[in-house]
């Protein structure tokens, strides 16, 4: 049984830069999400899809964000212009049905962006 | 997001200690979540709640669902070293898709 799987697991770049991350959900999971964590902190919301529709954006996704899940399987998540404020892990989640109910979100390992 | 209050922040025990933590929150959640995460990886889903009041185990975890709809607790009995870990609850509105996670529990088990 294949988990969500980031790609890549660590990036490090310097300010300014643009960087794409890669998510690969569950398979038969309809249902797509991304969210950012700080040290010490618990995961942050940035954005959700069903299928390939983006349903819901968080304050959090400024317009140097964007996310794309354009066949409804993997996501890409970019990030132009690189801040110092960016540094975090991105972490993605995924989960399956049509309800929200009863459909817990298991989550990827990550990718860790260190802007230099 | 909703804010989740979560304790204590940090936990130092003796392996075979019973362990106890939990999450508050201002706002009503009508699913609640609790997950573990170990250093560099992602958080791994430990135990999933759906209605108030209800007690759900896995092993040596147990966790509840406030009856008020506004908290959950967790608790590990018989504590093992790899139980170490960082231990957050997340909480879902009743009209949204995102979790709103807590700050995290720290448990550190010595031998």
């Known amino acids: 049984d294949t988990g969500v799987s980031q790609d890549p697991r660590h990036k490090i770049t310097k300010r300014g830069q643009n960087v794409t991350f890669r998510c690969d959900p569950i398979s038969e999971h309809n249902r797509l999400y991304w969210y950012r964590q700080t040290l010490g902190q618990g995961p942050e919301f940035l954005t959700y899809?069903?299928?390939?529709?983006?349903?819901?954006k968080s304050r959090l996704l400024s317009d140097r964000f964007s996310a794309e899940r354009p066949k409804g399987s993997f996501s890409t998540l970019e990030i132009q212009r690189t801040e110092q404020g960016d540094s975090a892990m991105y972490l993605c989640?995924?989960?399956?049905?049509?309800?929200?109910?009863?459909?817990?979100?298991?989550f990827g390992d990550g990718t860790r962006l260190s802007i230099l | 997001g909703q804010q989740l209050n979560q304790s204590p922040q940090s936990m130092f025990i003796q392996e075979g200690e019973d362990v106890s933590m939990n999450c508050t929150s201002s706002s009503i959640f009508n699913t609640w979540l609790w997950y573990k995460q170990d250093p560099g990886e992602g958080p791994v889903l430990l135990i999933a709640l759906y209605k108030a009041g209800e007690l759900t185990s896995n092993g040596r975890l147990t966790a509840q669902f406030g009856i008020t709809r506004k908290d959950s607790f967790l608790n590990i009995s018989a504590s093992i070293p790899s139980d170490v870990g960082i231990y957050f609850c997340?909480?879902?509105?009743?009209?949204?898709?995102?979790?709103?996670f807590g700050k995290g529990t720290s448990l550190l088990v010595t031998p």
């Open positions: 997340a909480g879902q509105l009743d009209s949204g898709y995102a979790l709103n």
């Open positions: 899809f069903q299928n390939e529709a983006q349903l819901e």
């Open positions: 989640a995924s989960s399956s049905g049509l309800t929200i109910r009863n459909q817990p979100q298991h």
